[in-house]
């Protein structure tokens, strides 16, 4: 059975950079070599103040929803950066939403 994609290709417009982590460490006890990927996503901005004891401030985040698996080698998303409208940010949390077969359907990551 087929499955629609719930972030289709025509929605995703805007250029992104993003280098993911991968976890664990390689024989040698090194990390593993990023994985790094020049895309097109659908970006959605969002911003919260946070008021602290001294100051207020401003918290700007975001979503990158990206059609399919953007890192099949990579069982799970668990950090990294990108770089979008020229500023880089921080993966925060990256999800792989699949399939009731086990296939990815779409990725996003939350940005920081």
Known sequence: MKYPCLVPKILCK????????????????????????????????????????????????????????IAPELPSICGGSVTVFGVKRRVEQGTKARNPDGSVNYCRLEVV
Do not use: M, R, S, W
């Open 14 to 69: 805007t250029d992104i950079h993003v280098e993911l982590i991968q976890e664990g460490l390689d024989k040698y006890g090194e990390e593993f070599p990023k994985v790094v990927l020049d895309l097109q996503c659908n970006f959605q901005d969002k911003a919260k103040t946070i008021y602290t004891a001294e100051k207020k401030a401003v918290q700007v985040t975001g979503t990158a929803l990206f059609p399919g698996d």
